[in-house]
């Protein structure tokens, strides 16, 4: 079992830049890819990052690519995701979930199905 554990989020201007952070607890994180959704007001659960087990493969949804920057540290089960150059699209309450499951294609764990545990989310609002 994993618990997750999302911080970081907060009101900042377009432009501006924030980090979130996911803690987990359970001896086994290091076994997880961890990925990083959004979900805006009135839209679905969007895909934003994820991170491999290792934490030697990252991917990025296109809308944040070159922007949004996700790593792990696996000594302290923290996932964080650094997020510059925000723009108000971005406003949404971000959720970073955990996949036991192992697959050679990153493209997978672009579906939120994959994951097996969830935080309870932090929100984060960009104003223009």
């Known amino acids: 079992q994993v618990q997750l554990v999302e911080s970081g989020g907060g009101l900042v201007q377009a432009g501006g830049s924030l980090r979130l952070s996911c803690a987990a607890s359970g001896r086994t994180f290091s076994s997880y890819t961890v990925g990083w959704f959004r979900q805006g007001p009135g839209k679905g659960r969007e895909f934003v990052a994820a991170i491999r087990r290792s934490g030697s493969s990252t991917y990025y949804a296109d809308s944040v690519k070159g922007r949004f920057t996700i790593s792990r540290d696996n000594a302290k089960n923290t996932v964080d995701l650094q997020m510059n150059s925000l723009k108000p699209e971005d406003t949404a309450e971000y959720y970073c979930?955990?996949?036991?499951?192992?697959?050679?294609?990153?493209?997978?764990?672009?579906?939120?199905?994959?994951?097996?545990?969830w935080g309870q989310g932090t929100q984060v609002t960009v104003s223009s």
């Open positions: 979930a955990a996949a036991q499951k192992y697959s050679d294609s990153n493209y997978l764990y672009t579906d939120s199905t994959v994951y097996d545990y």
